[in-house]
């Protein structure tokens, strides 16, 4: 099964799971090393590092406009929904606004150590002051 992990899931892992051919972007190493987080290190043998094409990013920031999540997630998780749409692959991941988005965008998700969403959600902004959408 191929996977692509997100920070959140490998913030939880110790070793890949069995029978998964799993990918990661050069964002997600990234933001382990921000966090001094050693375990890439120890997983890099068994994981691929690859990046989508600009076509598949286009893809999942549109989705992420119709959905209202664009300002809910990083260049990091778009690049994660884009590798994923375009290995036709699932993502691992605990953050709920990545799971909407991989919901629209027809990607299975795989929640790691919380309960994955169970809806769509879109998101719209309120004016507090005169209360248009």
């Given at each position: 099964m191929k996977v692509v992990l997100d920070t959140s899931a490998l913030f939880?892992?110790?070793?890949?799971?069995?029978?998964?051919?799993?990918y990661v972007t050069e964002g997600v190493l990234a933001e382990l090393e921000k966090?001094?987080?050693?375990?890439?290190?120890?997983?890099?043998?068994?994981?691929?590092?690859?990046q989508a094409t600009?076509?598949?990013l286009s893809k999942v920031k549109e989705a992420a406009r119709g959905t209202g999540d664009s300002s809910r997630l990083s260049r990091t998780d778009l690049d994660v929904?884009?590798?994923?749409?375009?290995?036709?692959?699932?993502?691992?991941?605990d953050d709920y606004s990545i799971q909407n988005l991989a919901s629209v965008l027809g990607i299975e998700f795989l929640p790691m150590s919380?309960?994955?969403?169970?809806?769509?959600?879109?998101?719209?902004?309120?004016?507090?002051?005169?209360?248009?959408v």
């Open positions: 939880g892992l110790e070793q890949i799971p069995i029978g998964w051919e799993a966090y001094n987080d050693r375990r890439a290190e120890n997983l890099l043998p068994t994981i691929k590092v690859s600009s076509s598949s929904l884009a590798l994923a749409l375009e290995l036709k692959a699932a993502v691992a991941t919380m309960k994955g969403i169970t809806k769509v959600v879109r998101w719209n902004y309120l004016c507090t002051g005169c209360g248009k």
